[in-house]
């Protein structure tokens, strides 16, 4: 079965601080997708990456950075958080190919209150 | 612009009863469509795709959707809904969006309540 991991359940930060959102996958996917999820609103991407060190502005990227050093592993940084990035955040992996041919799979989800 | 719209913010049903989700989509190319659940705590699960071939598609747990390009839809049902069914749905198109890249687009969601 493909896991696909996030560091922390629940999180809670005060604004301006600096916070690492970290997903571990174990089925050597080469892409990986992080997510924030709100009311009303769906599931919007802000970053994705296609291989190592590669990275890849979603629709809303503004406010975050990612980073990919190991293959498995995908994070996302809020450099200054602020109370509108509250939100749940969900990390995705998937091996390359056409949305067709590969199915996506998705973490449990971060829950993210900025203070 | 590429869209996934789903008109209903939540659906109550009583246990036993059928079923309809509605999605409806915006793309200019043969799409490729999903319905994924999310059970509360949980993450994304791929409930069923279409791609090509039968427009009729069937998924885990009793699912199925329908595609009708005429319509742009792709609503999903199930004949008799379990408790266990209570849950966010999730109704995404995929292809190849500007950039060049291949990603999904997600709709709202719809929250389904089963009453005993």
């Known amino acids: 079965d493909v896991k696909v991991t996030q560091s922390s359940r629940y999180l809670v930060k005060r604004t301006g601080e600096k916070v690492f959102l970290e997903c571990v996958q174990d089925m050597d996917h080469e892409n990986m997708f992080w997510y924030r999820q709100d009311p009303g609103l769906g599931l919007r991407l802000i970053y994705f990456?296609?291989?190592?060190?590669?990275?890849e502005k979603g629709d809303i990227p503004e406010g975050y950075s990612v980073s990919r050093e190991k293959k498995e592993r995908f994070s996302l940084i809020l450099e200054s958080a602020s109370t509108n990035q509250t939100s749940m955040y969900l990390c995705?992996?998937?091996?390359?190919?056409?949305?067709?041919?590969?199915?996506?799979?998705f973490g449990p989800g971060t829950r993210l209150l900025v203070l | 612009a590429q869209s996934v719209t789903q008109p209903d913010i939540h659906i109550t049903v009583s246990e036993g009863a059928s079923l309809e989700l509605r999605c409806n989509y915006s793309?200019?190319?043969?799409?490729?469509l999903f319905w994924y659940v999310q059970s509360p705590g949980q993450g994304l699960q791929l409930l069923l795709k279409y791609f090509s071939g039968d427009t009729l598609v069937q998924g885990i747990k009793g699912f199925e959707a329908e595609f009708k390009r005429s319509q742009s839809s792709f609503n999903l049902r199930k004949p008799s809904v379990h408790w266990s069914d209570a849950a966010e749905y999730f109704c995404a198109v995929g292809g190849m969006f500007s950039g060049g890249y291949n990603k999904l687009i997600f709709g709202a969601g719809t929250r389904l309540a089963v009453h005993p």
């Open positions: 793309y200019g190319a043969t799409p490729y």
């Open positions: 995705a992996s998937r091996r390359t190919g056409t949305v067709s041919q590969e199915t996506q799979y």
């Open positions: 990456s296609y291989d190592v060190k590669m990275k």
